[in-house]
C-alpha cells in the first residue's frame, strides 16, 4: 500500500534482488529505502541493496528525470566474462556494509581437470582495495571423473605440485598445490604477494582435528621465489621457530603441536609454522567446518588463511538461494610488518547462476607499520605460545 511522507504519499515500496542504482540527472527525485526518506538532487548516486525495500517519488513542482542501472550480482567475477579476454571491468563493490560503485581486475582463469580458478581484486573509485579473492567453477570442488582439485595431477609437478605434509607424512596424502598470481593491481596496493591454493584429500596433522577434506587457502604476503626456500627440515628449525614480536600475531593465536613433542603441527614445506585461535571450536569439543590461520617464518607474518572443508562448501551450494555468502571477522593483530590495506573479514561464497565458489579477505583498512598505527594495543602484547 502506499506510504505516507508528510503530506505526501510514496507509491507501494518494491524489494529489489539486485544492485540498483539511480542517478539523477534532472531535478529532485524523494526516496524511501527500508522505511527511510532521503532526498536526492540533480547530479546525486542513489544505491539500494539486495533485499532492500524502496519506492520513489517526485514531490517538486518541476519535472525531474533520472537513470537507473541494475547489476544482478556483486562484484565477483564470472569466468564467461574472461574467455574473451576481458579482464577488467567495473562493477559494484563492498566496503563493509556499504555497496558502491568501483572496478575489478582478475588474472586469467587456469584449469583444474574440468573446472577454472583465479584470482581478482575490487578496488573503489579511487582505487583503493576492497577485498581481493580467489573464485573456482564448482568442478574444482568435486568430480565423479577424478579430475577435481583434490585428485589431479601434473605430468610436470607444477600445476599442482605434489607437496607431502611434514608432520605424520605415512598418513596423509601429499597436498596438491596451486600457485596462481594476484593481479599486478593487488600486488601493488596490498601487501598480498599470490595465492597458494591447497587442496588436501585426507586433511593433515592435527590428528581428530584438521584430517578431513579440506581448501587450505593461503593468501601469501612473502613470495614465491622466497617461499620455495622453505623446507620445514630440522636444518629449518632457527627459521621455524623464529616467531614474530609481540603485537603482530593476535593475542588468541597459539601454534599446535604433534603430542609429546615441541615440534609445529602444521610447520610445513612451502608454508611455515600455522596458528589457530585457542577458541575456535575444533580445539574446544567442537568439530572443524571453517577457520581463520596465520602463519610466520623467520620472524615474520608470511599469511594469511582461511580454512575450509569440502562439506562446509557443499553446504553452501545445497542451499538453494541464488547468492549464498557467509562472512567471519578476523581477529586483528596491533602491529603489522608494512604499511598497507589489510582485512578485517573473511567470506566463503557460493553463486548459483554461475556454478562458483569464492573465498575473499574483505573491508580492505589501511594499517600503518608504526605500533601506534594500526588497532589500538592490547594489554601486555601476545607472547606467542604453543599447545
Known amino acids: 500500500m502506499p506510504v505516507q511522507s508528510g503530506n505526501s504519499f510514496f507509491p507501494e515500496p518494491v524489494v529489489t534482488r539486485n544492485h540498483e542504482t539511480i542517478f539523477v540527472t534532472e531535478g529532485e527525485l524523494s526516496f524511501q529505502i527500508d522505511g527511510q526518506t532521503k532526498s536526492a538532487p540533480a547530479n546525486t548516486f542513489v544505491y539500494i541493496a539486495p533485499g532492500q525495500s524502496y519506492a520513489m517519488a517526485n514531490f517538486g513542482d518541476r519535472q525531474a528525470k533520472a537513470v537507473a542501472s541494475t547489476i544482478v550480482d556483486s562484484y565477483i567475477p564470472k569466468i564467461g566474462q574472461y574467455l574473451e579476454g576481458n579482464q577488467r571491468f567495473i562493477g559494484t563493490v563492498s566496503r563493509g556494509n556499504e555497496f558502491i560503485q568501483g572496478n575489478v581486475t582478475s588474472t586469467k582463469p587456469q584449469a583444474i581437470g574440468d573446472g577454472w580458478i583465479y584470482t581478482w581484486g575490487a578496488f573503489d573509485a579511487e582505487?583503493?582495495?576492497s577485498s581481493i579473492g580467489v573464485t573456482f567453477t564448482q568442478e574444482v570442488l568435486s568430480n565423479n571423473q577424478g579430475l577435481d582439485a583434490f585428485q589431479v595431477t601434473d605430468p610436470n609437478n607444477r600445476f599442482p605440485r605434489l607437496v607431502p605434509h611434514l608432520a605424520l607424512t605415512d598418513q596423509f596424502d601429499a597436498a596438491r598445490v596451486y600457485d596462481i598470481p594476484f593481479p599486478q593491481e593487488v600486488v601493488a596496493k596490498t601487501p598480498f604477494n599470490h595465492m597458494g591454493f591447497y587442496a588436501n584429500s585426507q586433511g593433515h596433522a592435527p590428528?581428530?582435528?584438521?584430517?578431513t577434506p579440506h581448501?587450505?587457502?593461503?593468501?601469501?604476503?612473502?613470495?614465491?621465489?622466497?617461499?620455495d626456500l622453505i623446507t620445514g627440515l630440522p636444518q629449518d628449525n632457527a627459521n621455524l621457530f623464529n616467531f614474530p614480536p609481540n603485537g603482530f600475531l593476535n593475542r588468541d593465536y597459539i601454534a599446535p603441536t604433534v603430542p609429546g613433542t615441541d615440534i609445529p603441527a602444521t610447520g610445513d614445506a612451502l608454508?611455515?609454522?600455522h596458528w589457530v585461535d585457542r577458541n575456535t571450536p575444533e580445539f574446544n569439543g567442537g568439530e572443524f567446518s571453517q577457520t581463520f590461520i596465520f602463519g610466520t617464518y623467520a620472524g615474520q607474518v608470511n599469511f594469511w588463511e582461511p580454512m575450509i572443508t569440502k562439506e562446509f562448501m557443499e553446504e553452501l551450494s545445497a542451499s538453494g538461494e541464488r547468492t549464498t555468502k557467509k562472512t567471519f571477522a578476523i581477529k586483528q593483530p596491533t602491529r603489522f610488518l608494512e604499511d598497507g590495506y589489510y582485512p578485517l573479514e573473511y567470506s566463503i561464497t557460493y553463486n548459483r547462476d554461475f556454478g562458483e565458489y569464492t573465498i575473499s579477505l574483505d573491508?580492505?583498512?589501511f594499517r600503518s607499520d608504526n605500533p601506534l598505527g594500526g588497532l589500538p594495543p592490547i594489554p601486555g602484547g601476545m607472547p606467542p605460545m604453543m599447545m
Not at 207 to 211: K, R
Not at 221 to 226: F, G, K, N, V
Open 127 to 129: 582505487g583503493s582495495p
Open 207 to 211: 590428528l581428530m582435528v584438521y584430517d
Open 215 to 227: 581448501f587450505d587457502v593461503h593468501f601469501f604476503i612473502s613470495s614465491l621465489e622466497d617461499r
Open 271 to 273: 608454508q611455515g609454522v
Open 363 to 365: 573491508n580492505l583498512t
